[in-house]
């Protein structure tokens, strides 16, 4: 038998017109087929010993910051917030994060918030109006301008009257 100069499609792979006209668009089970066998390479021998996928320890999530209007930026890497930040000299390697602030209590760059060794450190950049931190306890702590200080998970910055929340995104988000 001669093979055509085209592809022919298996049945029913094209609908098939209605008396309309219209294709029938009807939802068909796929025919059954088996998959293929292979027999085992020369040699082989099935082993009682199974092999384990290499666990890891959960980690908790990523630190976050979260704010009023929908922001939420992960801290993957160093961030530096104000109304129109600029990297910060000594961190040229921070992300800069406007924050939309109508009252303008925020400063252009207002401070430098960075994960290390799993803790979140926040740095007040000289700010107009500071940095507070308000602890998930309800303690609050003014930042000395130019001094790291480490800030506890749950915590709300007070940058100025702008607040941001810090807290650990979820494994799945990360």
């Known amino acids: 038998m001669e093979s055509p100069d085209f592809i022919v499609p298996p049945p029913g792979l094209i609908p098939e017109a209605t008396p309309t006209g219209e294709p029938d668009r009807t939802a068909r089970e796929a025919p059954a087929r088996a998959l293929p066998a292979f027999p085992p390479p020369p ?63 925020v400063s252009k760059t207002h401070a430098l918030v960075e994960v290390v060794d799993d803790r979140v450190v926040v740095t007040d950049l000289h700010s107009t109006n500071g940095t507070r931190v308000l602890s998930p306890d309800g303690e609050a702590g003014e930042l000395d301008p130019g001094r790291p200080v480490e800030v506890p998970g749950g915590a709300t910055l007070l940058l100025g009257e702008y607040a941001v929340r810090l807290d650990r995104a979820p494994l799945h988000t990360v």
Not at 62 to 67: G, I, S
């Open 43 to 105: 040699g082989f021998r099935p082993s009682d010993e199974r092999i384990e996928a290499p666990t890891r320890t959960p980690q908790p999530g990523a630190w976050r910051l979260r704010a009023s209007g929908g922001l939420e930026v992960l801290l993957l890497r160093p961030v530096v917030l104000g109304r129109d930040p600029s990297p910060d000299a000594a961190r040229p390697d921070a992300a800069p994060i406007p924050l939309a602030d109508p009252a303008r209590s």
